[in-house]
């Protein structure tokens, strides 16, 4: 039981490229969940999903889009990357029962964007 | 709107004393409350949670935290703190009738224990 998995761990993007930062989950979660984790700012929301083909906006999604086509997997794309998004990237999953307190998160990518 | 408040960006304590870290809360509603720890270049780990009952609650690696309403906190202790509890401790708080299981996370409070 690998958990929750993120591909790639580090990334050098120039200003203007795009990229999917993958991410999989093997608990057969229903929620899934993309937080970046800025400098002494905790984690923000970007997206979330309950469900594959149901996804919604949290705090901060401009710039990112995502997509659910399956239960385990839930991909983030940044489309025209910006220094403002340099950032930990993290994907974290929840069961949907009725135990869905815990989220369990991967070990994160780390995007630099010069 | 939900929010949480890690007052303090770092505590230093020395092996062996007591150690709190510091967590308030503001939700509409009732809150659940989660403690998570990270360690360099890794992803958070789940430390303990307050759901119901208990306010005082018993987590992974001797850790426990105290739900108190009234004053909408919810602090991270440990009696003895050893060196290899330094890491970054996030707080987290979710609203009960969010049927999404969103959380929000404080800015994180970083853990130094000294030998």
């Known amino acids: 039981n690998a958990g929750v998995t993120q591909t790639p761990k580090f990334r050098i993007l120039k200003i203007g490229q795009s990229m999917t930062l993958q991410c999989t989950q093997d608990?057969?979660?229903?929620?899934m969940y993309w937080y970046r984790q800025d400098p002494g700012m905790g984690l923000k929301l970007i997206y979330y999903?309950?469900?594959?083909?149901?996804?919604d906006k949290g705090e901060v999604p401009n710039g990112y889009n995502v997509s659910r086509s399956t239960t385990e997997d839930f991909p983030l794309r940044l489309e025209l990357a910006a220094p403002s998004q340099t950032s930990v990237y993290f994907c974290?999953?929840?069961?949907?029962?009725?135990?869905?307190?815990?989220?369990?998160f991967g070990p994160g990518t780390r995007l630099t964007v010069t | 709107a939900q929010s949480v408040a890690q007052p303090e960006d770092q505590v230093n304590v020395a092996e062996g004393n007591p150690l709190t870290v510091k967590c308030t809360y503001s939700?509409?509603?009732?809150?659940?409350l989660f403690w998570y720890v990270q360690y360099p270049n890794r992803g958070l780990q789940f430390l303990l949670k307050?759901?119901?009952?208990?306010?005082l609650v018993k987590g992974s690696y001797g850790f426990e935290a105290e739900f108190n309403k009234s004053q909408t906190s919810f602090h991270l202790k440990k009696p003895s703190a050893l060196v290899s509890d330094s890491a970054l401790y996030f707080c987290?708080?979710?609203?009960?009738?969010?049927?999404?299981?969103?959380?929000?996370f404080g800015s994180g409070t970083k853990l130094n224990v000294k030998p």
């Open positions: 974290a999953s929840s069961d949907s029962g009725p135990s869905r307190y815990e989220q369990y």
């Open positions: 608990m057969n979660h229903n929620y």
């Open positions: 999903s309950v469900g594959a083909g149901i996804t």
């Open positions: 939700v509409s509603g009732n809150p659940y």
């Open positions: 307050y759901i119901t009952g208990d306010n």
């Open positions: 987290a708080v979710r609203d009960i009738r969010d049927n999404f299981n969103k959380f929000y």
